[in-house]
Nanobody, 124 residues
Framework: QVQLVESGGGLVQAGGSLKLSCAAS????????MAWFRQAPGKEREFVAA???????TLADSVQGRFTISRDNAKNTVYLQMNSLKSEDTAVYYC??????????????????WGQGTQVTVSS
């Protein structure tokens, strides 16, 4: 069983930055793919970023060039650095843990474990 706890959300002005963290319990973190998804009110959950166990990364087109995903296996933590934030980035951000895939996976229903979510609000 893996538990995921997100932190780092909050209120920020457009153009600002936030860094989200997701701390994972358990001994399988280093072999797990990790991802960030987000869900805005009235919208479906959407893919934001993913990183494989070996460090392969992919980002959604909407955040390309602004967001960065990284992981620290020694700390069992995955990060999402968000720069140049826009009002449309406002959502609840969820961390997810998957399996030892060779390439990043974008489908949310492929992930096995989820955090409780952290709210990001960008004011314009």
């Amino acid at each position: 069983q893996v538990q995921l706890v997100e932190s780092g959300g909050g209120l920020v002005q457009a153009g600002g930055s936030l860094k989200l963290s997701c701390a994972a319990s358990g001994s399988t973190f280093s072999s797990s793919a990790m991802a960030w998804f987000r869900q805005a009110p009235g919208k479906e959950r959407e893919f934001v970023a993913a990183i494989t166990w070996s460090g392969g990364r992919t980002l959604a087109d909407s955040v390309q060039g602004r967001f960065t995903i990284s992981r620290d296996n020694a700390k069992n933590t995955v990060y999402l650095q968000m720069n140049s934030l826009k009002s449309e980035d406002t959502a609840v951000y969820y961390c997810a843990a998957g399996r030892a895939w060779g390439t990043p996976v974008l489908r949310f229903n492929d992930y096995d474990y989820w955090g409780q979510g952290t709210q990001v609000t960008v004011s314009s």
